[in-house]
């Protein structure tokens, strides 16, 4: 019971003092007592004191550590909002600044924390990408470089996400052609990709289901555009674990082709092989 109550008298003391400090007009006072409480990274107190020192010491040497301070103290407190608000006007007034590479870099986390899961709306997403990548244009050596770079791979892994889930969704509910074109897009976007073997796999299905499901005057065509996915597919992905099935498509694909080879296709080829 007396800990209790010494605890009580000593968190009221210091919240006695730190009001004291708040409502002062000694700007010395109140910037010493800002940076000691940053130091102990307690920024909810330190915030509010830098803010109130950012006109008092506007156009003087302390001008950008006052902003700069009062800037990370809302990424200290995980309020990134008001974080990259505050970095990025950091950022564009304080250019020469030794603390400019820091803040660009904390500009980025913020951003990056105010991402949501790839199923969501991905505008933060597409900022935190153009932060990143401002960060490490500007400071390609910085000590940086290693986790803004692996935070980007995970951002962009994001996007790619959604548009292979959202081009996916068209060969779920059987719309093939749509799936075809909104896959293809998939691919020219994020060449690279984690998801461009299963990407190219579901082109393919989604051209032979296509073909398959098409009327008899169609099949024809459709299916030798599924046997040109096949080879592109193959030709990439020779060891994959889908190629069984591409195969079997393949083959059934072929198999059709050549039954209903129309009289001028066997003409075209009876005169090749005489040449």
């Known amino acids: 019971y007396i800990i209790l109550i010494l ?12 009001n004291k400090v708040y409502k002062s007009q000694d700007n010395e006072l109140k910037y010493k007592a800002a940076l000691a409480y940053f130091e102990k990274k307690d920024y909810g107190h330190a915030t509010p004191l830098f803010e109130q020192l950012i006109t008092p010491f506007a156009n003087t040497k302390r001008d950008d550590t006052v902003n700069f301070y009062q800037a990370k103290g809302y990424w200290g407190q ?110 020219a976007d994020y060449p690279d990709g984690k998801l461009k073997e299963e990407s190219m796999f579901l082109i393919l299905k989604s051209s032979y289901l296509f073909a398959k499901n098409s009327i008899h005057a169609r099949r024809q065509e459709r299916y030798i555009a599924a046997i040109d996915e096949y080879y592109n597919f193959a030709s990439e992905y020779p060891q994959s674990k889908y190629i069984k099935d591409a195969e079997s498509m393949y083959n059934d694909a072929l198999k059709y082709v050549e039954r209903n080879k129309s009289k001028e296709d066997l003409q075209l080829e009876a005169t090749q092989d005489s040449n």
């Not at 605890?7 to 730190?18: H, L, Q, S």
């Not at 913020?110 to 490490?136: P, V």
């Not at 996007?159 to 060969?171: G, N, V």
């Open 78 to 187: 995980k309020d990134f909002y008001n974080g990259a608000y505050y970095l990025d006007r950091f950022c564009r007034t304080f250019g020469r600044s030794p603390f400019v590479e820091e803040a660009y870099y904390l500009r980025a986390l913020c951003h990056y924390e105010n991402t949501y899961r790839y199923e969501l709306d991905q505008a933060n997403t597409i900022t935190a990408i153009g932060s990143f990548n401002e960060m490490l244009m500007r400071y390609p050596n910085s000590k940086y470089v290693k986790e803004a770079e692996t935070h980007l791979d995970e951002l962009n892994d994001r996007l790619e996400f959604k548009s292979f889930y959202a081009a996916k969704l068209y060969y779920q509910i059987d719309d093939y052609r749509s799936a075809v074109t909104a896959l293809r897009n998939s691919v």
């Open 7 to 18: 605890i009580g008298v000593t968190a009221f003391g210091a919240c006695g003092t730190y």
